[in-house]
């Protein structure tokens, strides 16, 4: 009785799950200051990207060998939100059972315009060429680490409107934020991109 106990509350600085989180390689190293720089796909590679992801909505069961794209789970969602045609969730009231329904804008997309009209819809929205921005630096507004994990999500889940899908991620994290955190005893820390249904994955066997 009368004793005092300290508890260590760790808290997550990217994104976190239980797999199918991270989009790409994520390296994270000690630095002066704290900030994101993005390694992109080109204008050109994502809008095959986002083509593909249109070809996958129309008729995926006549596509076979080649044709087949396999697009992740991590890669699929970015698409949705660079092209402004997510999933989305609308909860509606039936007497006192609240009711929700899931609604794919993609799909409500190709049945209203056809194939040609959603690709047109797509990359109009995604306006490629003004995803320029490689770099993100904290700029002092909020706190650090919830800068860090808002920052980060946004671009892993391709919603900033200026920065394009991410081939890599460089998060450079200052003192401020390590020096309380284990992190601080390694040079660099290298997260992998999520596990997906593609087998081969040649960035594990580097």
């Not at 076979?64 to 794209?69: I, M, P």
């Not at 959603?118 to 109009?124: E, G, N, P, S």
């Not at 820390?189 to 593609?198: A, C, M, R, S, W």
Request: aromatic fraction near 4%.
């Amino acid at each position: 009785a009368g004793k005092t106990k300290t508890i260590k509350e760790m808290q997550e600085l990217l994104a976190t799950g239980s797999g199918r989180t991270t989009i790409c390689e994520v390296v994270i190293n000690a630095s002066d200051q704290t900030y994101l720089e993005i390694e992109p796909y080109s204008p050109q590679d994502m809008e095959s990207m986002i083509l593909d992801f249109c070809d996958s909505l129309s008729d995926p069961a006549d596509l076979q060998g080649e044709q087949k794209v396999m697009l992740s789970k991590e890669i699929e969602t970015a698409i949705r939100n660079v092209i402004q045609l997510s999933k989305v969730s609308i909860t509606n009231k039936e007497g006192d059972k609240p009711a929700t329904t899931r609604i794919d804008r993609a799909r409500e997309e190709l049945e209203k315009s056809g194939l040609d009209g959603l690709k047109a819809v797509a990359i109009r929205n995604a306006n490629l060429v003004g995803r320029t921005e490689t770099r993100i630096s904290y700029d002092g507004q909020e706190d650090e680490r919830a800068w860090i994990k808002r920052t980060f999500a946004r671009v892993n889940n391709g919603e900033s409107p200026t920065v394009a899908i991410p081939r890599k991620i460089h998060v450079s994290v200052s003192e401020a934020v390590l020096s309380v955190s284990p992190l601080s005893r390694f040079h660099t820390v290298v997260d992998t991109k999520g596990i997906d249904e593609n087998p081969i994955r040649k960035d594990l066997e580097e």
